[in-house]
């Protein structure tokens, strides 16, 4: 089974998925520039046109693993791989 509510033209692997994961948390960690890793590589709809960000949030609003690391970082942090029922999640929070 699949992220929920993943396009049908996601075909890669859970292993694929958390692989590309990684990368992006590496190379984010790296220095590379967040949203333009958010752009090429998130399968979020409308990812690519807000360049990765959700904008502001409290908590009940997304999923419980989301938040609960979303809301554990500080301003600039980078969070770890976080596993939801819509996939992987690579988090910056930005404030």
Known sequence: ?????????I??????ARAVAEDVLRRAR????FT???VEFSDEPGAANRGGSLGR????QMVR???????KLAPGEISDIVESSFGYHVILRVD
Do not use: C
């Open 1 to 9: 089974m699949g992220a929920e509510r993943a396009p049908a033209s």
């Open 11 to 16: 075909v890669r692997t859970r292993e694929q």
């Open 30 to 33: 790296g220095g590379e520039d």
């Open 36 to 38: 333009r890793l958010a």
């Open 57 to 60: 949030f409290g908590k009940g």
């Open 65 to 71: 693993s989301f938040e609960d690391a979303a809301f």
